[in-house]
């Protein structure tokens, strides 16, 4: 998977997850700083499965990084 596709599919999931739109989303994690950690961080994330990927960016968008 691409880093265009990985970061997509975490934009749209955690969307869906959380109720929220993807460009609320998208807003949230460049705010965050979670946008440059995925891309940083990519090779680590990309094989995590989908249930620790939303825990992770949940508990890294209430300051548990």
């Known amino acids: 998977m691409s880093l265009l596709s990985f970061?997509?599919?975490?934009?749209?999931?955690y969307a869906e997850h959380t109720?929220?739109?993807?460009?609320?989303v998208y807003r949230k994690f460049a705010d965050s700083g979670?946008?440059?950690?995925?891309?940083?961080?990519?090779?680590?994330?990309?094989?995590?499965?989908?249930?620790y990927l939303m825990q992770f960016f949940d508990n890294y968008l209430k300051g548990k990084k």
């Open 7 to 13: 970061t997509t599919f975490c934009i749209e999931f």
């Open 19 to 24: 109720n929220s739109s993807g460009p609320q």
């Open 34 to 51: 979670l946008l440059d950690l995925l891309k940083s961080d990519y090779e680590d994330l990309h094989g995590m499965s989908f249930e």
